[in-house]
């Protein structure tokens, strides 16, 4: 039977994270029989890009060096990897895990920091080369997400696809359905040994990066499946299955059948108030009615002038080239544009704004229900 395990932590302190982890999994999960003196343990967490841990938008340094203190103590050796975004070279890996304070823990603590400098093919899927050899610890952030509404443990996965492929696929898989069956392909393909997902503070909003914004949860989330983890946390913030595009077409699937055990010590409540991204609007409606009133549904992008330092970052992550920049302006040809929003996600100013129709703007308005 699957297993997700919800835990009330409220700050990060690593000898309590470090406590109440190894408690908690060793009487659930039982490292000791998942794990032995000698493994080769990779922790992958959520580094989108290069953030201040405050601002909720990457795994917490604080997180990833208490969890990787559970394996060291068993005798495993810790690596750190993942394979963001916008990477275009060893050098943004570099200066992620320099600006992140990834650096100062696996120096701390003696991790090795891997890099995303090779790939192997994998069912067709373009993966980075560390998804084979370890034992791989899934340790996403809570977050909102712009085009999947959440991000956890399953969407995580993604971060093992190898450098630019990923702005390949959101090239070729334009829907938010289309994109769905890509994050479940490899939900099926990669099976971490865990999955530890950090809700002390999480990212509400528009997330997944610079536009979200920070929100205390207190929850530490532990499964052995990456899926139902996901929908144990849905469910907790209150998002029915038919609004959380992943857990509508898992079920399809047929992918959540099985009975899970779900251990909380937050006792079944549900919290009221989390606001999911604007576009979570478009989730909320049949997909026909999108499909015929497509222009009155429309979001547009526009480049925020006050913010933007002109520094081409989105130039080079946009898989449709619909960005230009000249003498510093950015420009963005919306016939070419495609939504994937990894221009959005990848700038590190938060200067990519979402704008609503005034069609959506008075349908939000008019909603009074949540979900
Ligand atoms: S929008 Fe962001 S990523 Fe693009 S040039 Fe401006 S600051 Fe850089
Ligand atoms: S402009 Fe932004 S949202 Fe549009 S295709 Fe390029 S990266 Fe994606």
Redesign the pocket.
């Known amino acids: 039977m699957k297993k997700v395990v919800i835990l009330k932590i409220g700050e990060y302190d690593f000898d309590l994270l470090k406590e109440k982890i190894k408690t908690a999994t060793s009487k659930h999960f039982s490292p000791a029989t998942l794990f032995k003196e000698g493994d080769k343990v990779l922790l992958k967490p959520n580094l989108l890009l290069p953030a201040k841990p405050e601002e909720a938008i990457i795994t917490h340094p604080i997180f990833i060096e208490a969890i990787g203190a559970i394996f060291k103590e068993i005798g495993c050796s810790v690596a750190i990897a993942d394979s963001p975004g916008g990477f275009v070279g060893n050098k943004d890996m570099e200066n992620i895990y320099e600006n992140s304070q990834i650096k100062e823990i696996a120096y701390r603590q003696n991790f090795e920091l891997l890099y995303p400098n090779q790939s192997i093919v994998a069912d067709g899927f373009p993966l980075c080369w560390w998804v084979n050899g370890f034992k791989m610890v899934n340790l996403p952030k809570l977050k909102t997400h712009d085009i999947m509404t959440l991000t956890l443990a399953t969407k995580n996965l993604y971060g093992c696809i190898s450098g630019l492929h990923k702005s390949h696929l959101h090239k070729v898989h334009t829907k938010t359905d289309d994109f769905t069956n890509i994050i479940l392909k490899l939900y099926k393909m990669i099976k971490p040994s865990l999955h530890i997902v950090d809700g002390i503070l999480s990212l509400e909003g528009n997330g997944p990066a610079k536009r979200g914004s920070p929100r205390k949860l207190g929850a530490v989330i532990i499964a052995d499946d990456a899926l139902y983890c996901d929908w144990a946390i849905s469910k907790m913030l209150g998002l029915k299955d038919d609004f959380n595009p992943l857990i509508k077409q898992a079920k399809k699937e047929g992918l959540l059948e099985e009975e899970a055990e779900i251990i909380s010590e937050f006792q079944g409540e549900a919290i009221k108030d989390f606001k999911f991204p604007e576009a979570f609007i478009l989730n909320r409606l049949p997909s026909p009615a999108i499909s015929v009133f497509k222009g009155l549904f429309n979001f547009r992008l526009a480049?925020?002038k006050a913010?933007?330092?002109?520094?081409?970052?989105?130039?080079q992550v946009c898989p449709a080239h619909a960005?230009k920049?000249h003498a510093?302006k950015?420009t963005i040809d919306y016939k070419k544009c495609i939504m994937c929003m990894c221009?959005s996600e990848?700038?590190?100013?938060?200067?990519?704004d979402l704008c609503e129709s005034f069609f959506i703007k008075a349908i939000k308005a008019l909603s009074k229900c949540r979900q």
């Open positions: 480049i925020n913010k933007c330092s002109g520094c081409a970052k989105c130039v960005i920049i510093s950015v221009c990848m700038c590190e100013l938060g200067a990519v």
